[in-house]
């Protein structure tokens, strides 16, 4: 489920829910309060990133450009679109210089990920299909299944249309269970796809309970907690409980505004 798509519903839901008569609540004061820091959240990030760009003008070698460039990738993957993908293009073509299977499928799936979030699914596929997973550490195989989940339920959304719907969850839950069996059983990351596989499937209440759990944890960053909020209220959207979806949306919003996440984040 996209996350600024799920903004835009919260927007909705605040002004088709009525809300005269009811005192107003405090997250949305807060809410409020975060968008007026929008551009400092953002003015926050540059130093980060232009810290990275001088490492990589002292980079001396191609393994050491690849993996400066992977750092400002995954500064912007969430942040900024074109930059991503221009960076995701230069980790697909140090990884090539520098013959590292690991690091060709790394920068794959950097690549799928950019193409799904501007929508490009048959592009998407078509750089999935090319990878070689042959060989490569647990790691990358890992984040291989992870990204084959998250393109196959997206294309999934976008497509609502039989047969390519039920292709697309067959094989979304077949990369779920993969890495279900994969990782620990009650690691963050077990919880993680278990809570989206619940929710991919319409088991709402027991979503709802694992997003929550996910939540719990102390050591989130802010766009992981944006991400399992959105989840919850699109959930909570589904079960009819829409005041409950407004609150778990605006959060979402605020934790998203203090990472800050300018593009899709899926």
């Given at each position: 489920?996209?996350?600024?798509?799920?903004?835009?519903?919260?927007?909705?839901?605040?002004?088709?829910?009525?809300?005269?008569?009811?005192?107003?609540?405090?997250?949305?004061?807060?809410?409020?309060?975060?968008?007026?820091?929008?551009?400092?959240?953002?003015?926050?990030?540059?130093?980060?990133?232009?810290?990275?760009?001088?490492?990589?003008?002292?980079?001396?070698?191609?393994?050491?450009?690849?993996?400066?460039?992977?750092?400002?990738?995954?500064?912007?993957?969430?942040?900024?679109?074109?930059?991503?993908?221009?960076?995701?293009?230069?980790?697909?073509?140090?990884?090539?210089?520098?013959?590292?299977?690991?690091?060709?499928?790394?920068?794959?799936?950097?690549?799928?990920?950019?193409?799904?979030?501007?929508?490009?699914?048959?592009?998407?596929?078509?750089?999935?299909?090319?990878?070689?997973?042959?060989?490569?550490?647990p790691q990358t195989l890992l984040e291989y299944y992870?990204?084959?989940?998250?393109?196959?339920?997206?294309?999934?959304?976008?497509?609502?249309?039989?047969?390519?719907?039920?292709?697309?969850?067959?094989?979304?839950?077949?990369?779920?269970?993969?890495?279900?069996?994969?990782?620990?059983?009650?690691?963050p990351t077990w919880w993680e796809y278990q809570a989206?596989?619940?929710?991919?499937?319409?088991?709402?209440?027991?979503?709802?309970?694992?997003?929550?759990?996910?939540?719990?944890?102390?050591?989130?960053?802010?766009?992981?907690?944006?991400?399992?909020?959105?989840?919850?209220?699109?959930?909570?959207?589904?079960?009819?409980?829409?005041?409950e979806a407004i609150k778990s949306l605006c959060e979402?919003?605020?934790?998203?505004?203090?990472?800050?996440?300018?593009?899709?984040?899926?």
């Amino acid at each position: 489920m996209n996350i600024n798509l799920l903004h835009i519903v919260a927007l909705l839901f605040l002004t088709l829910v009525p809300l005269q008569g009811r005192e107003r609540e405090p997250w949305l004061d807060e809410l409020d309060a975060e968008l007026a820091k929008k551009a400092e959240y953002a003015e926050r990030k540059e130093p980060g990133v232009g810290q990275r760009r001088g490492g990589l003008r002292a980079a001396l070698d191609d393994r050491e450009r690849y993996g400066v460039t992977r750092e400002l990738y995954e500064e912007y993957q969430s942040y900024k679109y074109d930059s991503a993908y221009a960076y995701a293009q230069e980790m697909a073509r140090l990884a090539a210089a520098a013959d590292l299977p690991d690091a060709r499928v790394e920068a794959g799936c950097a690549t799928t990920f950019c193409l799904i979030s501007a929508g490009l699914y048959k592009e998407a596929f078509d750089v999935m299909d090319a990878l070689d997973v042959e060989g490569v550490s647990p790691q990358t195989l890992l984040e291989y299944y992870k990204m084959q989940v998250r393109l196959n339920y997206s294309a999934r959304g976008y497509s609502q249309t039989a047969p390519y719907w039920d292709e697309y969850s067959r094989v979304g839950e077949e990369y779920s269970r993969k890495i279900l069996e994969m990782v620990p059983e009650g690691s963050p990351t077990w919880w993680e796809y278990q809570a989206n596989y619940l929710m991919e499937s319409a088991q709402y209440e027991e979503g709802i309970a694992a997003f929550s759990r996910l939540l719990s944890d102390e050591n989130l960053d802010y766009h992981q907690r944006a991400i399992f909020a959105s989840s919850t209220g699109w959930l909570q959207h589904c079960l009819g409980r829409d005041d409950e979806a407004i609150k778990s949306l605006c959060e979402s919003a605020i934790f998203d505004l203090k990472s800050p996440t300018k593009e899709t984040t899926g």
